[in-house]
C-alpha cells in the first residue's frame, strides 16, 4: 500500500490513464510497453486476474472435483487485500519491483509531473534502492493479520537452528537450552539469589509477549568483549516494540543455566 501510494503521487492523468479507475494498473500496463520486466509483470497479473475470476464463476459443488481430477492445475487463493494490491504484489514476489521502480525513476518524465516523489533526484532512487531488500527475500508463506503471536519464540529459533546445524557442526551442544538460572547446591535442593532472578528475568524476555516482537534470532554468535579474552558464544535477538529497536546477546552459559563463577 505505501508502494501504491508512491508510485501514484502526482502522476500524469495521460500516464494514469482517462477511464482507468486503477491507476497503479495502467501505470504497469503502460511501463510494460518500453520495459520487458514490467510487461512479464503484467501477463503474469493478467494470469491471476483471470485464476480468481474463473474460481468465482465456478460453482462451489465442482470445486473439490476438479482438485480430485487434477493434481497440477491450482488455482491460487488470493485473499481480498491481495487482489487489491495484486501488481505491486506480484512484482515483489517475482522479486522485480525494485527493478521497475527503478526503470520507473529513470524515465520519471514520462509518468509523473516534476513535483511528483519519484521524479525527486533524491527520493526517487532511494525508494528503488528501499526495495532491493524485500525483493530479495522469499515469500513462500507471507505473514497473516495475528503474525504478532503465531511467530516462532525465541525458544524455539534456539531449538531449530540447533536442529538445522547439528549436521554441519560437531561441536554444536546436542541438549537444548533451559531458558532459565537455575543455582544447585551440594544438597540437590535449588534457590536463586537476586542476580540469578534478574538474570532469570532478562532471559525470558527473549520470548515474545504484548510488548516486544522479535525479528530475529540466532544461535552460537561469538562475542570479544575484550581483545585478551577468548570470544564468547551466545544468543543474538533483535526486538521491535512501538518506539524502536533493541538488540540483545546473551552468552550461551547464561541461557543454559551454568553461569558459574565466570565474570
Not at 6 to 12: A, E, I, P, S, W
Not at 96 to 123: F, G, H, R, T
Not at 166 to 187: E, M
Amino acid at each position: 500500500g505505501v508502494v501504491e501510494a508512491c508510485l501514484l503521487h502526482m502522476l500524469k492523468r495521460r500516464a494514469a490513464g482517462f477511464l482507468r479507475t486503477d491507476k497503479v494498473a495502467a501505470l504497469f500496463t503502460k511501463v510494460g510497453k518500453t520495459c520487458p520486466v514490467a510487461g512479464d509483470i503484467c501477463k503474469k497479473v493478467q494470469e491471476l486476474q483471470q485464476q480468481v475470476e474463473s474460481r468465482k464463476n465456478q460453482p462451489s459443488g465442482q470445486e473439490p472435483l476438479k482438485r480430485q481430477g487434477s493434481t497440477t492445475s491450482k488455482t491460487p487463493v488470493l485473499t481480498p487485500q491481495a487482489i487489491k494490491h495484486i501488481w505491486v504484489r506480484t512484482a515483489l514476489i517475482e522479486k522485480v519491483l525494485d527493478k521497475i521502480v527503478q526503470y520507473i525513476v529513470d524515465n520519471c518524465s514520462k509518468y509523473y509531473e516534476k513535483e511528483a516523489l519519484l521524479a525527486d533526484p533524491v527520493c526517487g532512487p532511494i525508494l528503488a534502492s528501499l526495495l532491493v531488500g524485500p525483493c530479495a527475500l522469499e515469500y513462500t508463506k507471507l505473514k497473516t493479520a495475528d503474525h504478532y503471536w503465531t511467530d516462532p519464540s525465541a525458544d524455539e529459533l534456539v531449538q531449530r537452528h540447533r536442529i538445522q546445524g547439528v549436521h554441519g557442526r560437531q561441536d554444536s551442544p546436542s541438549k537444548r537450552p533451559a531458558l532459565g538460572i537455575r543455582k544447585r547446591h551440594s544438597s540437590g535442593s535449588t534457590s536463586e539469589d537476586p542476580f540469578a532472578a534478574s538474570a532469570r528475568e532478562y532471559v525470558e524476555s527473549l520470548h515474545q509477549n504484548s510488548r516486544t516482537h522479535l525479528l530475529y534470532g540466532k544461535n552460537n554468535v561469538l562475542v570479544q568483549p575484550k581483545d585478551d579474552l577468548e570470544a564468547i558464544p551466545g544468543y543474538l535477538s533483535l526486538h521491535q516494540s512501538a518506539d524502536n529497536l533493541t538488540l540483545k546477546w546473551t552468552p550461551n552459559q547464561l541461557m543454559n543455566g551454568t553461569l558459574g563463577d565466570s565474570e
